[in-house]
C-alpha cells in the first residue's frame, strides 16, 4: 500500500515579527514531528525521569531494562519514537491499597511529555496482575474499587495522559483461570459489555477531552462480536486496539491487512497497540498462551536479526499504507528485561542496535521526514510546504513559527517570533 495519502501541501504565507510578509526570503523549513503515532512503551525510562539511576538495579516489575545505560537507551528512544506507553497494571501501581505509584508515574508522564511525546496509561482496567488484595473482596465492593481507581487515574494524569488503552483484554475476561483475581469474578457477574461500559463511561465522563481504547489480542470473530455488542449498546469508543505479539513468527503482509480490514468496518480509527518481532528463534507454534513459554536463555542471532529487520519495514510500510490505522506501538525498544525474555526489542541488550533499529529509524526520520531544507518565498511571501502530516518549523533570520500539516490545511499563515 501506498502511504501517500499521510502527504500534504499547504501554501503558507510567512510573516515577518511586524506582520509583514517576507518576499523573496530563504525560510528553512523543517518536519519536527508526524502526525502518526510511532510509539514504544516507556516503562524502562521511569527511573530516569524520577533520578533514581544510582546503584544496580531493573526499571519496573513489566518491563524492566536495568537502570545502567538508560541515558544512552533514551537517546535511541527519541531518536525513533513519539509516543510513550507508560504502566498502570494495578497490582503494581498499588500493591498496597491506598497506596498508588502516582507521583512517580506523574514525573515520568511530565518527563516524556515535556519532550514532545504523547503518553498513553495502560491499562485502566484489567483481569491479569489486578492487585491480590482485591481478590477476595464482595462484587459490589471490587467494582466501586474499580470505579474509583479509573476515576482517580484518569483525573490525577488529565492534560499529560489524555489517550488510555480503558479496557484490556475484554473477550477472555470472564473466563480467565490462570490465576483468582477480583476482575474476572466481577466480569462474569456483571458480562463483558458492562465491563466495557464501566471502564469507559468512568473514564469518559472524569476526562470528557481524552482518547479512549478498546484493546485486545483475541482478534477472532469474538472481537467483532464484542465490539459490534458495545458499539449497539451506544458505547462511545474511540478507537479499537490491536495486540499483535509476533512471537511465533511474522503474520505476513496479506494475513495482518486481512486482519485489520475486518477491524476497519468499523470505520473507529485502529491502533496496534502491542507488537513485537522476534530477533532470535521463534516460539513453537504449539504454544497456545505466550506465557506458558518459559525457557533460560532466548538469545538474538545474526540471521535472526536479519529477519527481524525485513519483517520491522515490511510491517511499518504496510500497516502506514493503511489508512485505517492511526498508531503502531512497538512492544519494546531494549531485549533487556524483554517481556518473555525474548529478543523481541529492536536495541540489544548490550545497548547496541540492532539492523531493525536502523531500518525502521530511515522509514521514520529519513523517508517518511522532511529534514531542513531552504525553500525561498515569492513576491507575496508565500511558500509551499509538502511532507507527511505533522508539525512543522519555519525559521528565517533567526525567527521561527510552527504550523501543523493536516489533511485540511491547503492554505497557512506563519508568523515568525
Given at each position: 500500500m501506498s502511504v501517500e495519502h499521510r502527504r500534504g501541501t499547504s501554501a503558507v504565507t510567512v510573516l515577518g515579527a511586524d506582520g509583514v510578509p517576507l518576499a523573496d526570503t530563504d525560510v528553512t523549513v523543517e518536519q519536527?514531528?508526524?502526525?502518526?503515532?510511532?510509539?514504544?512503551?516507556?516503562?524502562?525510562?521511569?527511573p530516569l525521569a524520577n533520578a533514581e539511576t544510582d546503584g544496580e538495579g531493573r526499571s519496573s516489575a513489566f518491563g524492566a531494562a536495568s537502570v545502567e545505560g538508560l541515558a544512552e537507551l533514551s537517546e535511541l528512544w527519541f531518536d525513533v519514537f513519539n509516543t510513550a506507553t507508560l504502566p498502570f497494571y494495578w497490582r503494581g501501581f498499588e500493591p498496597?491499597?491506598?497506596?498508588?505509584?502516582?507521583?512517580?508515574?506523574?514525573?515520568?508522564?511530565?518527563?516524556?511529555?515535556?519532550?514532545?511525546?504523547?503518553?498513553?496509561?495502560h491499562p485502566l482496567t484489567w483481569h491479569t496482575l489486578a492487585p491480590e488484595w482485591l481478590t477476595e473482596r464482595p462484587l459490589d465492593e471490587i467494582e466501586k474499587l474499580q470505579r474509583e481507581r479509573i476515576r482517580r487515574e484518569v483525573s490525577n494524569f488529565a492534560g499529560v495522559i489524555d489517550?488510555?488503552?480503558?479496557?484490556?483484554?475484554?473477550?477472555?475476561?470472564?473466563?480467565?483461570?490462570?490465576?483468582?483475581?477480583?476482575?474476572?469474578?466481577?466480569?462474569?457477574?456483571?458480562?463483558?459489555?458492562?465491563?466495557?461500559?464501566?471502564?469507559?463511561?468512568?473514564?469518559?465522563?472524569?476526562n470528557p477531552?481524552?482518547?479512549?481504547?478498546?484493546?485486545?489480542?483475541?482478534?477472532?470473530?469474538a472481537y467483532e462480536c464484542l465490539i459490534e455488542g458495545v458499539l449497539e449498546a451506544g458505547i462511545h469508543v474511540d478507537a479499537i486496539g490491536l495486540q499483535t505479539h509476533m512471537h511465533q513468527g511474522y503474520w505476513g503482509e496479506e494475513e495482518m491487512l486481512a486482519m485489520v480490514d475486518r477491524f476497519a468496518r468499523y470505520r473507529?480509527?485502529?491502533?496496534?497497540?502491542?507488537?513485537?518481532?522476534?530477533?532470535?528463534?521463534?516460539?513453537?507454534?504449539?504454544?497456545?498462551?505466550?506465557?506458558?513459554?518459559?525457557?533460560?536463555?532466548?538469545?538474538?542471532?545474526?540471521?535472526?536479526e536479519a529477519r527481524q529487520a525485513d519483517e520491522i519495514e515490511r510491517h511499518y510500510r504496510s500497516l502506514v499504507g493503511h489508512p485505517a490505522v492511526q498508531a503502531i506501538n512497538y512492544w519494546g525498544l531494549t531485549d533487556d528485561g524483554a517481556w518473555l525474555g525474548a529478543p523481541g526489542g529492536l536495541v540489544r541488550s548490550d545497548g547496541t542496535p540492532k539492523p531493525?533499529?536502523?531500518v525502521l529509524k530511515a522509514l521514520v526520520k529519513e523517508e517518511w521526514w522532511v529534514p531542513p531544507t531552504v525553500v525561498r518565498t515569492d513576491a507575496q511571501g508565500q511558500l509551499?510546504?509538502?511532507?507527511?502530516?505533522?508539525d512543522y518549523e519555519l525559521s528565517a533570520h533567526?525567527?521561527?513559527?510552527?504550523?501543523?500539516?493536516?489533511?485540511?490545511?491547503d492554505t497557512g499563515r506563519a508568523q515568525l517570533g
Open positions: 519536527k514531528r508526524h502526525a502518526f503515532a510511532f510509539g514504544n512503551i516507556g516503562f524502562d525510562f521511569i498496597v491499597e491506598g497506596s498508588p505509584d502516582t507521583d512517580r508515574l506523574l514525573t515520568a508522564a511530565r518527563w516524556f511529555a515535556d519532550r514532545g511525546v504523547t503518553v498513553k496509561g489517550t488510555w488503552d480503558a479496557i484490556n483484554e475484554t473477550v477472555i475476561m470472564p473466563v480467565f483461570t490462570a490465576e483468582r483475581n477480583g476482575i474476572s469474578r466481577l466480569a462474569r457477574s456483571i458480562g463483558r459489555i458492562p465491563m466495557v461500559r464501566l471502564a469507559f463511561e468512568e473514564a469518559r465522563q472524569t477531552a481524552a482518547t479512549l481504547i478498546l484493546n485486545d489480542f483475541d482478534l477472532s470473530s473507529l480509527p485502529l491502533h496496534l497497540t502491542e507488537t513485537t518481532l522476534v530477533s532470535g528463534h521463534l516460539m513453537p507454534p504449539e504454544i497456545i498462551d505466550l506465557n506458558d513459554y518459559q525457557i533460560p536463555s532466548w538469545p538474538s542471532t545474526p540471521e535472526g531493525s533499529y536502523d509551499t510546504v509538502t511532507g507527511f502530516f505533522g533567526g525567527r521561527t513559527a510552527r504550523i501543523e500539516l493536516t489533511p485540511d490545511s
